[in-house]
């Protein structure tokens, strides 16, 4: 079974930028769509960015309202990994963020990782 691997979360001030990635142990085409979602304290897990993985249809992306124009989803199909450019960021994107895969819905998470976004 392919895992997931986030990295580069960590503290970071209001209008800053971070990248996470998520580095998966196979072949990134195993999952028709891969994503990110974030749980912020205290409330529900929520989609961020997903993009498809698909050998026919990739690339495809779709994005949170409240992260649209902020932040950028891509995928390193050589280096299986998928990226996510986080920019502007504010105190209301910090959250634990995980990176997920899966067929038409996500069923294979990583382990998350935080970032926390300073007023």
């Known amino acids: 079974q392919v895992q997931l691997v986030e990295s580069g979360g960590g503290l970071v001030q209001a209008g800053g930028s971070l990248r996470l990635s998520c580095a998966a142990s196979?072949?990134?085409?195993?999952?028709?769509?891969m994503g990110w979602y974030r749980q912020p304290p205290g409330k529900q897990r929520e989609m961020v960015a997903v993009?498809?993985?698909?050998?026919?249809?990739?690339?495809?992306?779709t994005y949170a309202d409240s992260v649209k124009g902020r932040f950028t989803i891509s995928r390193d199909n050589a280096k299986n990994t998928v990226y996510l450019q986080m920019t502007s960021l504010k105190p209301e994107d910090t959250a634990v963020y995980y990176c997920?895969?899966?067929?038409?819905?996500?069923?294979?998470w990583g382990k998350g990782i935080l970032v926390t976004v300073s007023s």
């Open positions: 997920g895969g899966g067929g038409a819905d996500l069923d294979t």
């Open positions: 993009i498809t993985s698909g050998i026919i249809s990739g690339g495809l992306t």
């Open positions: 196979g072949s990134i085409f195993t999952f028709n769509v």
